[in-house]
Every structure is written in structure tokens, then in C-alpha cells.
């Protein structure tokens, strides 16, 4: 994902609209509203289409105005532009903007491809899949075009749903805000994405992450204001050692490692006997516990699962003890509480029903009362209270141990602040920055080394 975007605000088509609407209100008229769309979008054609002829596809609504704005923009700067059309009638500024473009324009059945294709045929204003033909004849004129640039969002693409469908573009310039197809599911087909600052005020309840603030400790800190961890582990005690390492270095002031196998990641991470777990949730330094990797599903680590589950700790609970939980015991906790499924165990726990990723994450946070950390290449954070971020972590994560490691600094992050949303987005930000610097092939072990030098960053 563009670095650009650190931040950016993400909101429905309906919300999109109404942002609009309200922009009227204020005095813009929707002609100069989509006159500002169609500069910035051809702003960015002309970055990249370095004078090669450009072929504009405008289709029956405000997609479409757009995209005889950008025709009509690019004109004017001397481009060699030709528009094709469904052959529609068009209303309101989309009208406006037709009757300014005087070039060549012909029905998509007629066009030829050109070096440069501008998709504007659907927006955010798609109701259903695009007809066969249509689809055939954008498909075709995008495998001949050398570069692809879609405005909005690639027609095809539902605004509103996970990214599964629509023309693949190799720049989508995204208008006055990004919509979930832009960050959620097959979202490779927007290519590199771009967005376009229609100065529309919009919610920001929905952001794509941004680098956490950091404090360093300050005179007054020890280890236990620094946060003490227990990560407790189970039947496969090397993926609570990741764990626990990673909560070491992801700036937890102490880590016990509550496990049967005596072994620890390294000396500073204390072991301890996994028989006193009672005891050890009841002390009151205690500032979060993980429980989940390598747990195991047996006798003994549901009862290890339970009765973390019913102590007031801050809580971390990740794979084997997902499988253990309910929604009715999570939504009875009053402590904090994280939740870091994958989708397979997303989906076991909270079902697969309907919605994209945004808001199924969202449904989940609100039923369990938890932070729910929805992982994977477009890994979702939401809150009980509808706030949401979306990362993309680097695809190298996608080796064993890995969540083992974000589980173990999610820990220390939620040791450390007690915030359970604040400690969800730093532990993906950390993790997600650790893999890039660990650079490719890196295996989980090694992951948690580079935590520093994130940590660093973010001071
Ligand atoms: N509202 C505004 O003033 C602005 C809107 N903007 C543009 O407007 C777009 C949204 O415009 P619209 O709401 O007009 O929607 P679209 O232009 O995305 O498409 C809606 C039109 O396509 C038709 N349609 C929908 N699905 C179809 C299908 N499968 N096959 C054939 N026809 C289909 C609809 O009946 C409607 O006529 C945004 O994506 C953006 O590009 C920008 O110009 C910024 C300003
Ligand atoms: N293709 C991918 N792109 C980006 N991140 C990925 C990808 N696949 C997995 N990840 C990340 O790697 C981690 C894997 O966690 P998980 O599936 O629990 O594995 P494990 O239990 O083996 O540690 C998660 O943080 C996830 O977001
Ligand atoms: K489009």
C-alpha cells in the first residue's frame, strides 16, 4: 500500500454521499466539485502517460462526467484523446461536463485500445455486475493498454464489498476518500493507489494505520510500570517461547513464560510452573496475559483457557484458546481484551456471514466486547465502539510463528498502556514494520530481533 495513505479515511459509498451532499450545502457546486475530481485524476494520467494517446471510457453517471473531465482536461494539455461510451444520455454536472468535451468520442463496441485506458465507466454508483459484453469489451481494451488507470475505483469493484471482482488497474485514483474494495480483499486489481484530496470533510471513524507514538520509559518507570507479561503455554511450548520473546522485545518490563518445557527464548524471560496460574493472575503487578499459542486443545489448556478467560487480567487470546472460547464468556469480561484470529478461526468463532471484512470485524468486536485483531494481507482492527483500522502487512508474514510473535508484543503493548485499541494497532504496526526490515524469507524466530529498531522508529 501507497505510504502516502498512512491514515487515510475509509467510508462507505452512502457515507461518500452524504460528504457530498454536505459539500453542496456549503456552497460547492457539483460541477466545480467534479471539475476538482477531474483535474486531480488527470493530473495523475498525465504523471505517468508521458504523451502516449489515451483512450477514456465514460460511463452512464458521475463516473462517467469524471471521466469526460479528465478527457476534456488532458485535451487541453495537448493529449491525443479519444472517449468511448455506452452511448447513454447523461444528467446534472456529468452532462455539463459532456457537452465540454468537443473531441472524438465513439461507442465502447467501436473503440480501439491506446496505449493509455482512463476507466470511467462505474464508480461507486454499481448496483449490479457489469453485463457480460460490457465486461468482455473493458477487459479486452485493458489487456492491450500499456498503463490502466481507473477512476474511484476500478469498474466492477462494489465500493462497499470486499475487492473480488473488476477491471485490474495499475493506478486507481481513489475521490475524497478510500472505500473498503480499496483495503479490503483482492484489493492488488486497484494497482497502485492514489487519493485524490477533494477537500470533502468525511467520518474517521474507519482509517487505514498509521505509525503508532511511542514513549520511551522516563526516570520514574521500572519493569513492572514497564509491564509485566505471563504468556501461558501448552502442548507446543516452542510458539509460546516466540511469543514470549516477542513480548521481550516488543518492550515489556517482565516476561514469565507459564510452561510445563522450562526452556525460554532467552535468560531475561523467567519460567515458571504452569501449576500456580490462579496465583499468578491474582498478582496485582501482573499487566497482561497471553494465552493462546501452542496451547493445545486438551483437558488442561481448556482449564488454563478458562480460567485466564474469568480473571480480570488484560488479555491476549490468540489460536488454540480462540478455539476454546465463547462470545458469551468474552462479552462478560471487563477487562480489556484482544482478540487475534486468522480467518479460519474468525470464522469458527464468529461465523462467516454476511458483509466485508470491515464491517464482519467490527460485528465480531462489538458481540465479544473485544478488540478484535481480524489478520491476514488486509488485517482489520476493530473496537466494540465501530472505530477500524486496515493494515497490510508485508506478505513475507505468511510463514509459521508468525502470529505467534504479533500475539507476544500485542502482550507487551497492553502491558504497557492498558489500551487495548491502542496496544492492538501498535503491535500490527510494529510487527508489520519488524517484517519489512527483517527483509524477505526471514523466519519467525528472527522476527522479533528487528522490534528495536521499529520501536525506534515510532519514539
Ligand atoms: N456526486 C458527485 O458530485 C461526485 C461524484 N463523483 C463521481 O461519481 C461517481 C458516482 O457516480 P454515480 O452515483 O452517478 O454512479 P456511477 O457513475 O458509478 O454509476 C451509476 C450509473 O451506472 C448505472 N449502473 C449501475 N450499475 C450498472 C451496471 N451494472 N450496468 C449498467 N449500468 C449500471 C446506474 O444506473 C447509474 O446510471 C463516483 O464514483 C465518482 O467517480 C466525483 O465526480 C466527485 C463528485
Ligand atoms: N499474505 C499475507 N500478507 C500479509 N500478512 C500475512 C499474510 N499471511 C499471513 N500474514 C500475517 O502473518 C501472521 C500469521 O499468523 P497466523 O496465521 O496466526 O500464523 P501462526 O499461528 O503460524 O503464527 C498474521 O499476523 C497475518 O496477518
Ligand atoms: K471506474
Same mark, same amino acid.
Given at each position: 500500500?501507497?505510504?502516502?495513505?498512512?491514515?487515510?479515511?475509509?467510508?462507505?459509498?452512502a457515507?461518500?454521499?452524504?460528504?457530498?451532499? +454536505?459539500?453542496?450545502?456549503?456552497?460547492?457546486?457539483?460541477?466545480?466539485?467534479?471539475?476538482r475530481?477531474?483535474?486531480?485524476?488527470?493530473?495523475?494520467?498525465?504523471r505517468?502517460?508521458?504523451?502516449?494517446p489515451?483512450?477514456v471510457?465514460?460511463?452512464?453517471?458521475n463516473?462517467?462526467?469524471?471521466?469526460?473531465g479528465v478527457?476534456?482536461?488532458?485535451?487541453?494539455?495537448?493529449?491525443?484523446?479519444?472517449?468511448?461510451? &455506452?452511448?447513454?444520455?447523461?444528467?446534472?454536472?456529468?452532462?455539463?461536463?459532456?457537452?465540454?468535451?468537443?473531441?472524438?468520442?465513439?461507442?465502447?463496441?467501436?473503440?480501439?485500445p491506446?496505449?493509455?485506458?482512463?476507466?470511467?465507466?462505474?464508480?461507486?454508483?454499481?448496483?449490479?455486475?457489469?453485463?457480460?459484453?460490457?465486461?468482455?469489451?473493458?477487459?479486452?481494451?485493458?489487456? +492491450?493498454?500499456?498503463l490502466?488507470?481507473?477512476?474511484?475505483?476500478?469498474?466492477?469493484?462494489?465500493?462497499?464489498?470486499?475487492?473480488?471482482?473488476?477491471?485490474?488497474?495499475?493506478?486507481?485514483v481513489?475521490?475524497?476518500?478510500?472505500?473498503?474494495?480499496h483495503?479490503?480483499?483482492?484489493?492488488?486489481?486497484?494497482?497502485?493507489?492514489?487519493?485524490?484530496?477533494?477537500?470533502?470533510?468525511?467520518?474517521?471513524?474507519?482509517? &487505514?494505520?498509521?505509525?503508532p507514538v511511542?514513549?520511551?520509559p522516563?526516570?520514574a518507570?521500572?519493569?513492572?510500570?514497564?509491564?509485566?507479561?505471563?504468556?501461558?503455554g501448552?502442548?507446543?511450548?516452542?510458539?509460546?517461547?516466540?511469543?514470549?520473546?516477542? !513480548?521481550?522485545?516488543?518492550?515489556?518490563?517482565?516476561?514469565?513464560? !507459564?510452561?510445563?518445557?522450562?526452556?525460554?527464548p532467552?535468560?531475561a %524471560?523467567?519460567?515458571?510452573?504452569?501449576?500456580?496460574?490462579?496465583?499468578?493472575?491474582?498478582?496485582?503487578?501482573?499487566?497482561a496475559?497471553?494465552?493462546?499459542?501452542?496451547?493445545g486443545?486438551?483437558?488442561? +489448556?481448556?482449564?488454563?483457557?478458562?480460567?485466564?478467560?474469568?480473571?480480570?487480567?488484560?488479555l %491476549?487470546?490468540?489460536g488454540?484458546?480462540?478455539?476454546?472460547?465463547?462470545?458469551?464468556?468474552?462479552?462478560?469480561?471487563?477487562?480489556?481484551?484482544?482478540?487475534t484470529?486468522?480467518?479460519?478461526?474468525?470464522d469458527?468463532?464468529?461465523?462467516?456471514?454476511?458483509?466485508?471484512?470491515?464491517?464482519?470485524?467490527?460485528?465480531?468486536?462489538?458481540?465479544?466486547?473485544?478488540?478484535?485483531?481480524h489478520?491476514?494481507?488486509?488485517?482489520?482492527?476493530?473496537?466494540?465502539?465501530?472505530?477500524?483500522?486496515?493494515?497490510?502487512?508485508?506478505?513475507?508474514?505468511?510463514t509459521?510463528g508468525?502470529?505467534?510473535?504479533?500475539?507476544?508484543?500485542a502482550?507487551?503493548?497492553?502491558?504497557?498502556?492498558?489500551?487495548?485499541?491502542r496496544?492492538?494497532?501498535?503491535?500490527?504496526?510494529?510487527h508489520?514494520r519488524a517484517?519489512?526490515?527483517?527483509g524477505?524469507?526471514?523466519?519467525?524466530?528472527?522476527?522479533?530481533?528487528?522490534?528495536?529498531?521499529?520501536?525506534a522508529?515510532?519514539?
Amino acid at each position: 500500500m501507497n505510504p502516502a495513505l498512512a491514515g487515510a479515511s475509509i467510508v462507505t459509498a452512502a457515507q461518500m454521499r452524504a460528504a457530498e451532499v +454536505a459539500c453542496f450545502a456549503a456552497g460547492v457546486s457539483q460541477v466545480a466539485l467534479m471539475e476538482r475530481a477531474a483535474r486531480a485524476v488527470a493530473q495523475q494520467v498525465a504523471r505517468f502517460a508521458r504523451s502516449r494517446p489515451v483512450l477514456v471510457l465514460a460511463g452512464p453517471g458521475n463516473n462517467g462526467g469524471d471521466g469526460f473531465g479528465v478527457a476534456w482536461v488532458l485535451a487541453e494539455w495537448g493529449y491525443d484523446v479519444t472517449v468511448a461510451t &455506452l452511448g447513454q444520455d447523461w444528467n446534472g454536472a456529468a452532462a455539463v461536463m459532456r457537452d465540454r468535451w468537443t473531441g472524438p468520442t465513439t461507442d465502447l463496441d467501436d473503440a480501439t485500445p491506446r496505449p493509455v485506458l482512463v476507466d470511467g465507466l462505474f464508480g461507486i454508483g454499481l448496483t449490479r455486475p457489469i453485463a457480460a459484453p460490457v465486461r468482455g469489451r473493458l477487459a479486452t481494451l485493458a489487456a +492491450a493498454a500499456e498503463l490502466v488507470v481507473a477512476i474511484d475505483v476500478p469498474s466492477g469493484s462494489f465500493a462497499d464489498q470486499d475487492a473480488s471482482d473488476g477491471v485490474e488497474a495499475d493506478i486507481t485514483v481513489a475521490l475524497g476518500a478510500l472505500k473498503p474494495c480499496h483495503v479490503v480483499g483482492d484489493t492488488a486489481r486497484c494497482g497502485h493507489l492514489i487519493l485524490a484530496d477533494l477537500a470533502i470533510a468525511v467520518p474517521g471513524d474507519t482509517r &487505514l494505520i498509521a505509525r503508532p507514538v511511542l514513549h520511551p520509559p522516563s526516570r520514574a518507570d521500572h519493569k513492572y510500570t514497564r509491564g509485566l507479561v505471563i504468556v501461558i503455554g501448552g502442548t507446543m511450548p516452542g510458539a509460546a517461547r516466540l511469543a514470549a520473546g516477542a !513480548a521481550a522485545r516488543g518492550g515489556a518490563g517482565y516476561v514469565v513464560l !507459564a510452561s510445563d518445557d522450562a526452556r525460554v527464548p532467552f535468560d531475561a %524471560v523467567v519460567s515458571r510452573k504452569p501449576d500456580a496460574i490462579a496465583a499468578m493472575l491474582a498478582d496485582p503487578k501482573l499487566g497482561a496475559v497471553l494465552i493462546g499459542p501452542g496451547l493445545g486443545r486438551d483437558d488442561e +489448556a481448556r482449564t488454563r483457557s478458562e480460567e485466564a478467560a474469568a480473571s480480570d487480567c488484560p488479555l %491476549v487470546i490468540d489460536g488454540d484458546a480462540l478455539a476454546l472460547a465463547s462470545i458469551d464468556q468474552l462479552a462478560c469480561r471487563t477487562a480489556p481484551t484482544i482478540l487475534t484470529p486468522h480467518s479460519g478461526e474468525f470464522d469458527r468463532l464468529f461465523g462467516t456471514g454476511g458483509g466485508n471484512k470491515l464491517e464482519r470485524t467490527r460485528d465480531a468486536a462489538r458481540r465479544s466486547g473485544a478488540i478484535v485483531v481480524h489478520k491476514g494481507a488486509d488485517t482489520v482492527i476493530a473496537a466494540p465502539d465501530g472505530q477500524s483500522i486496515v493494515a497490510h502487512p508485508p506478505a513475507w508474514l505468511s510463514t509459521a510463528g508468525t502470529g505467534d510473535v504479533l500475539a507476544g508484543i500485542a502482550a507487551a503493548r497492553l502491558a504497557a498502556s492498558r489500551d487495548p485499541m491502542r496496544a492492538a494497532i501498535e503491535a500490527v504496526w510494529l510487527h508489520a514494520r519488524a517484517a519489512s526490515l527483517a527483509g524477505p524469507a526471514f523466519v519467525a524466530d528472527g522476527l522479533a530481533m528487528h522490534l528495536p529498531q521499529a520501536i525506534a522508529e515510532c519514539l
